[in-house]
Nanobody, 113 residues
């Protein structure tokens, strides 16, 4: 079993920045991909960014240039700059590990205008 602990969410003014963290622990054989998703009320969960074991990154087109995903061993980070009110959502970490697919509990990001 893999456990994910997310942190870094909170309230920020529009134009501000936040850095989310997702730490994976437990019975980890190999993490193939770490991703961030987000979901706001009434909307489907959407991919924000992902990073593979070889460092390949992928971003939602609308977020390129403002969000940056990185990884240090079993921790993924999401640096979010120039935040907009529409970025407000619950952000979820997802880990694709050799033997399973795991989700974090989510961290709330609120952006005030």
């Amino acid at each position: 079993q893999v456990r994910l602990v997310e942190s870094g969410g909170g309230l920020v003014q529009a134009g501000g920045s936040l850095r989310l963290s997702c730490a994976a622990s437990g019975r980890i054989f190999r993490i193939n991909k770490m991703s961030w998703y987000r979901q706001s009320p009434g909307k489907q969960r959407e991919l924000v960014a992902s990073i593979t074991s070889d460092g390949t990154t992928n971003y939602a087109d609308s977020l390129k240039g403002r969000f940056t995903i990185s990884r240090d061993k079993n921790t993924a980070y999401l640096q979010m700059n120039s935040l907009k009110p529409e970025d407000a959502a619950v952000y979820y970490c997802n880990v694709q590990e050799t033997f399973g697919d795991y989700w974090g509990q989510g961290t709330q990001v609120t952006v005030s205008s």
